[in-house]
C-alpha cells in the first residue's frame, strides 16, 4: 500500500540537480508542475550545481505560478563539493518526504510519473525504477545508436524512486564519482549488497530526448575511464559481472603497437616503424568497422568516427592507468 499521512503534509520529494541549462530546466519543472499527483502531496528540490541568479529567478518563476495548487518548489544552491552525486546529496538530505523520486533536468517525466511511482512502492519495496524513454533526434549521432528506444530493466537515477531511509542507510551517493552513470551503478551496487528490495514500474514513465553528441565527444567520454577504476575497486565482481567481462584488451594492443611505431621511427629502425604503423592502422581501421557497422551517418559523422578511431584506444588505457593509479587498485 502507498504511505499514508495526514492531508497537506508532503510524502514524497522530488529531486532534480541542474547545471545551468535554463530551458531544459525550464521544460522538466513544467511537467513536474503538472502532475496528476495533488500538488499538496510533494515538493520538487532543485539543486543548483552551477550557483547563479537566472536559475534562482526561474524557480522563484515557477513558485509563484503554482503557488495555489502546484508542489512546493525549493531552491538549493550548491556551493560544496560539485557533481550528479554531490547535488543529490544536497537534495535528498534537505527533503520532507519519506520517499525520494530522482530525475534530470533534461528529462521530461509523464504527468502520471508521480502517481505511478507513488503507487508502485509497496510495504515490500525499498527502490523503484520506471521505465525511461530515450528519444532519438532525427540525425543520429554515434551516441543515439548505442541507446535503447525505451527501457524499464536498467536502473537509471534519472528515473527512480527510493526510501529515505534506504539511502540513510548507504549514506547516499559516492560523490568521488563524477559523472552520472558511474554515480548511478555504485548506489546500484551497493543497494544490491543490501539485499534492498528493487522493483520496476514501467508505468512510471520519463521521455529523456537525446541531446546531439558535439564532434569528438567520444574522446570526452574516454576519460570516464578513471572511474571505472573507483568502480571496479569498490565492486570488482559485479563490475565484471555487469560492467565489463574483460579489460579492453583491443585497445591495449593498439596502444602498445602506437608506441612502438613511434619508438622505432624516432630510433631509426624505419623498416620496423613501418610494420608497427601498418599494424596500428589494421586495428584502427578494425575500430572503424565496428563503430559503422549497421549505421547511417553523414559525411562529418563518420568523418568522426575515424579521427576519434586513432585516439580513443591510446586515450582510453591512459585514463585507465591514471584510474589505477589514483585509486590504487590493479585495474586494466
Known amino acids: 500500500m502507498t504511505p499514508r499521512t495526514a492531508s497537506g503534509t508532503v510524502k514524497l520529494s522530488v529531486v532534480v540537480p541542474t547545471g545551468g541549462r535554463m530551458d531544459l530546466l525550464d521544460r522538466c519543472l513544467d511537467a513536474l508542475t503538472r502532475q496528476t499527483l495533488p500538488g499538496t502531496s510533494y515538493e520538487v528540490i532543485v539543486v543548483d550545481d552551477e ?115 534506504v539511502l540513510e542507510r548507504v549514506e547516499g551517493f559516492d560523490e568521488r564519482f563524477e559523472q552520472a552513470s558511474h554515480c548511478d551503478a555504485d548506489l546500484h551496487f551497493r543497494l544490491l549488497a543490501l539485499d534492498a528490495r528493487i522493483a520496476h514500474a514501467p508505468e512510471a514513465l520519463v521521455v529523456l530526448p537525446l541531446q546531439p553528441a558535439p564532434w569528438g565527444a567520444s574522446l570526452v567520454r574516454t576519460r570516464a575511464a578513471v572511474f571505472d577504476a573507483l568502480l571496479y575497486k569498490k565492486h570488482p565482481q559485479l563490475y565484471r559481472e555487469r560492467i565489463a567481462a574483460a579489460p579492453p584488451w583491443d585497445y591495449y594492443l593498439a596502444a602498445a603497437v602506437l608506441l612502438a611505431a613511434l619508438g622505432a621511427l624516432v630510433a631509426g629502425h624505419n623498416a620496423l616503424a613501418l610494420l608497427a604503423g601498418l599494424g596500428w592502422l589494421a586495428l584502427t581501421a578494425r575500430l572503424c568497422r565496428q563503430r559503422l557497422r549497421g549505421k547511417r551517418y553523414r559525411a562529418a559523422q563518420i568523418a568522426d568516427v575515424i579521427v576519434t578511431s586513432a585516439l580513443i584506444p591510446p586515450l582510453a588505457v591512459f585514463w585507465r592507468l591514471t584510474g589505477a593509479i589514483r585509486y590504487r587498485v590493479r585495474f586494466t
Open 51 to 165: 550557483p547563479n541568479h537566472n536559475t534562482l529567478h526561474l524557480v522563484a518563476g515557477w513558485r509563484t505560478r503554482t503557488l495555489e495548487r502546484g508542489p512546493r518548489l525549493v531552491y538549493l544552491p550548491n556551493s560544496n563539493r560539485h557533481g550528479p552525486a554531490a547535488a543529490r546529496n544536497l537534495g535528498w538530505r534537505s527533503a520532507q518526504g519519506a520517499i525520494l523520486a530522482f530525475t534530470d533536468e533534461d528529462a521530461v517525466p509523464a504527468p502520471t510519473w508521480l502517481s505511478q511511482g507513488l503507487a508502485g512502492m509497496h510495504d515490500h519495496v525499498d527502490v523503484l525504477c520506471g521505465r525511461l524513454d530515450m528519444r532519438l533526434p532525427a540525425r543520429l549521432t554515434e551516441d543515439a545508436h548505442h541507446v535503447p528506444q525505451a527501457h524499464d530493466d536498467e536502473f537509471s537515477i534519472a528515473n527512480c524512486f527510493c526510501r529515505k531511509s
